[in-house]
């Protein structure tokens, strides 16, 4: 089980620090869609030059052009590239294609995806590395998280690693990791808080028990 840390409302400076600060309690780092929205793809670029030996994920969110998209990602210097599950298969299917000459992992992100189960099933047999299950910001505030979602997907996810991410704090950790995804992502639940590094290394101690129920 890995451990993400999705940077979503920091400038680059401001994630070099935040990186810096946490590097050694992280797998993965997360270009989080705002950043690359304010920033471009310069942002990961950077990070992957500051912070080599991390894999750096692109949430670019992609729903058209999964090739293209995924190229520009790869050049950057990203490992791992997000297409969102809601697309069509042929956006999917070109992504999946180019993270292969690349060297890219593709992570789907299953947000606002109706009848999960079934679309799991179907980009499970495109090819993906990682289906993720994501209760963005706003369904966040309405009070709901994705923990059930990550129930059903586990159940019919066959070849690619299972994901969940949004909202997961420290507290709410264990209940994530009894349900065995194979990647956390923690946006909030780290950056959010005073002493990053210790509320890092703490999710990074439970993550890496794995079997804690
Ligand atoms: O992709 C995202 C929002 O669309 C976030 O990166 C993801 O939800 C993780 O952040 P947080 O833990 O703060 O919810």
Same mark, same amino acid.
């Given at each position: 089980?890995?451990?993400?840390?999705?940077?979503?409302?920091?400038?680059?400076?401001?994630?070099?620090?935040?990186?810096?600060?946490?590097?050694?309690?992280?797998? #993965? +780092?997360? &270009?989080?869609?705002?950043?690359?929205?304010?920033?471009?793809?310069? @942002? !990961?670029? $950077?990070? /992957?030059?500051?912070?080599?030996?991390?894999?750096?994920?692109?949430?670019?969110?992609?729903?058209?052009?999964?090739?293209?998209?995924?190229?520009?990602?790869?050049?950057?210097?990203?490992? #791992? +590239?997000? &297409?969102?599950?809601?697309?069509?298969?042929?956006?999917?299917?070109? @992504? !999946?294609? $180019?993270? /292969?000459?690349?060297?890219?992992?593709?992570?789907?992100?299953?947000?606002?995806?109706?009848?999960?189960?079934?679309?799991?099933?179907?980009?499970?047999?495109?090819?993906?590395?990682?289906?993720? +299950?994501?209760?963005?910001?706003?369904?966040?505030?309405?009070?709901?998280?994705?923990?059930?979602?990550?129930? /059903?997907?586990?159940?019919?996810?066959?070849?690619?690693?299972?994901?969940?991410?949004?909202?997961?704090?420290?507290?709410?950790?264990?209940?994530?990791?009894?349900?065995?995804?194979?990647?956390?992502?923690?946006?909030?639940?780290?950056?959010?808080?005073?002493?990053?590094?210790?509320?890092?290394?703490?999710?990074?101690?439970?993550?890496?028990?794995?079997?804690?129920?």
């Amino acid at each position: 089980m890995e451990l993400q840390l999705a940077l979503d409302l920091v400038n680059i400076e401001e994630a070099k620090q935040v990186v810096s600060e946490v590097q050694e309690h992280i797998d #993965i +780092v997360e &270009i989080g869609t705002p950043v690359v929205i304010n920033e471009g793809l310069r @942002a !990961v670029k $950077e990070i /992957k030059e500051a912070f080599p030996s991390l894999t750096v994920l692109a949430d670019l969110k992609v729903m058209d052009a999964g090739g293209y998209e995924v190229m520009k990602a790869s050049e950057a210097g990203a490992g #791992i +590239v997000t &297409i969102l599950g809601a697309t069509d298969d042929a956006t999917i299917k070109g @992504a !999946v294609e $180019e993270g /292969k000459k690349q060297g890219t992992k593709i992570l789907v992100d299953m947000i606002n995806v109706k009848d999960i189960e079934q679309r799991a099933k179907e980009v499970d047999e495109l090819g993906v590395d990682y289906i993720c +299950v994501h209760t963005g910001y706003d369904l966040q505030a309405a009070g709901e998280n994705s923990f059930e979602q990550l129930r /059903k997907i586990k159940r019919v996810v066959k070849h690619a690693k299972t994901a969940v991410a949004g909202g997961i704090k420290l507290e709410t950790l264990p209940e994530v990791i009894s349900a065995q995804p194979d990647l956390v992502i923690v946006g909030g639940g780290i950056t959010g808080q005073e002493d990053k590094k210790s509320v890092a290394a703490q999710m990074q101690k439970l993550v890496k028990q794995k079997a804690l129920v």
